[in-house]
């Protein structure tokens, strides 16, 4: 793959995410269902680690938790950090134990969202702002509400996948 070739991918993959961004940001926040706001950023990182790989879904999961960090009004950076970590273990959990489809995808994302939301419970019991049921509930319906938004979000980036350059083997 030439260098011209990695940035094009690159950035359709960035311009693959802006509709996500919007959507999630402009759209879905200002109708929440049962109280809560799907996350739709951290199921595009995970989309692109499952059909990408390791490598480029740390890489990918990076730029994403960037921008969470800045959507979700994030003051440590933890999003930026876990993103890329779960970047890299969706692409390796799809790459050798799961299948890169749409089942792989699904299972990763329940992953991850179920990763973020114990980090967020677990911060929320050690400064004592919630309560275990509370926090339960709420990162209950949080996963299920966005659980439902993988398919357009895997469908979205898999129609890019298929049309951006690929690493070729001489």
Known sequence: MTRQDF???WG???LALLPVWFCEVYILNRFPLFGVAPMLLPLAAIAVAVLEGTVAGAGFGLGVGILCD???FNPDG???LGLCLLGFG???LAQYVLRQNLLGCLLCSLLALVCIDAVRILSRLLSGTATLPTMLSLAGREIAWSMVFVFPVYALFL???HRVPKKTVL
């Open 78 to 80: 933890a999003m930026t």
């Open 90 to 92: 969706a692409g390796a």
């Open 70 to 72: 800045a959507v979700y």
């Open 7 to 9: 940035f094009i991918k």
């Open 12 to 14: 359709v993959y960035a």
């Open 159 to 161: 129609w890019v996948f």
